[in-house]
């Protein structure tokens, strides 16, 4: 008898672990030099252009649109598919010290130090993701979290290093 109400906890744990995990639809840009640049769908609204060479891909980032260009030669190729968004990695300190934050106004930050398209993914403390955005050719990247409760966020650069920031 004790072993039903331990199963019904087990159950109800396993199911509110199941919901807070979050998956998104995703557009990988799988480089030749091994990086993978990935867009958030539908959030980011990627849309893949080819020009003399250059693959052009323009998205949406705190409602403006950017974009990001490879040379042909750089992809390897293109694929969708789904990224866990509760996967947050240890920091490793040698590759940190390149970027630096600055919060601009309530809740905007402007990230710099990047290498261009890096991937920022932004989560909340509960585990999801609050923010997806794509850095631009110059190494910046600005996130949005005017929307956002006051409080502590997780930054992912490349599910690479992560790092916190605080909203005050």
């Not at 959030?43 to 649109?65: D, H, L, W």
């Not at 997806?132 to 990247?141: I, N, Q």
């Not at 949005?144 to 605080?166: A, E, W």
């Amino acid at each position: 008898m004790k072993t039903k109400p331990f199963l019904t906890l087990l159950l109800l744990w396993t199911m509110i672990v199941g919901a807070m995990a979050e998956e998104h639809g995703t557009l990988f840009v799988h480089l030749k030099d091994g990086t993978i640049v990935q867009f958030t769908l539908p959030v980011q609204k990627p849309v893949v252009s080819f020009t003399r060479g250059t693959m052009k891909v323009a998205f949406q980032e705190n409602g403006n649109e950017d974009y990001v260009s490879f040379e042909r030669d750089q992809v390897e190729n293109l694929t969708v598919g789904t990224t866990d968004v509760t996967a947050i990695e240890d920091v490793k300190s040698d590759e940190c010290q390149r970027i630096s934050f600055d919060l601009t106004s309530a809740g905007v930050v402007r990230v710099s130090g990047l290498q261009p398209s890096d991937r920022l993914q932004v989560f909340g403390l509960d585990g999801k993701s609050v923010s997806a955005v794509v850095s631009r050719h110059d190494g910046e990247a600005t996130v949005d979290l005017i929307q956002q409760p006051h409080g502590i966020y997780i930054v992912s650069v490349n599910q690479r290093f992560t790092f916190k920031l605080m909203k005050p």
